[in-house]
């Protein structure tokens, strides 16, 4: 492998940044237009993305927890097809499990707060 030493500048003007080497004592310069245009590029862009996942809301959020659902429930219907019930069947009892489970739970929880209050 080869080393190639990094151009040095002619001249090293420090009015000018883009005459300054990296590795002087001169590279410390202010902030150039075309960087605080890319930064402002960037924070458009952050802004726009936190703009369109505030709109998009009533979407994402039931896909995403359509998606945590799929996957916490990945294992019980893994294990009902391994005792040789059809997914289908499989799938009708874990739904339905998750659905009688729901209202239970929230039910014992009110109690629970009515008993300790």
């Given at each position: 492998m080869r080393f190639i030493a990094p151009v040095e500048a002619?001249?090293?003007d420090r009015s000018n940044p883009e005459t300054v080497t990296a590795g002087s004592?001169?590279?410390a310069t202010p902030r150039t237009p075309a960087r605080w245009n890319t930064a402002a590029h960037v924070l458009f862009v952050v802004l726009a993305l936190l703009a369109l996942a505030y709109l998009g809301r009533?979407?994402?959020v039931p896909v995403l927890l359509a998606s945590l659902l799929a996957i916490a429930l990945n294992?019980?219907?893994r294990w009902l097809r391994s005792v040789h019930i059809p997914t289908p069947i499989a799938a009708?009892?874990?739904?339905g499990?998750?659905?009688a489970g729901v209202p239970?739970?929230?039910v014992r929880a009110r109690l629970g707060r009515r008993e300790a209050g």
């Open positions: 002619k001249s090293k004592d001169l590279a009533a979407v994402v294992a019980p219907m009708a009892v874990v739904v499990l998750l659905i239970s739970a929230s």
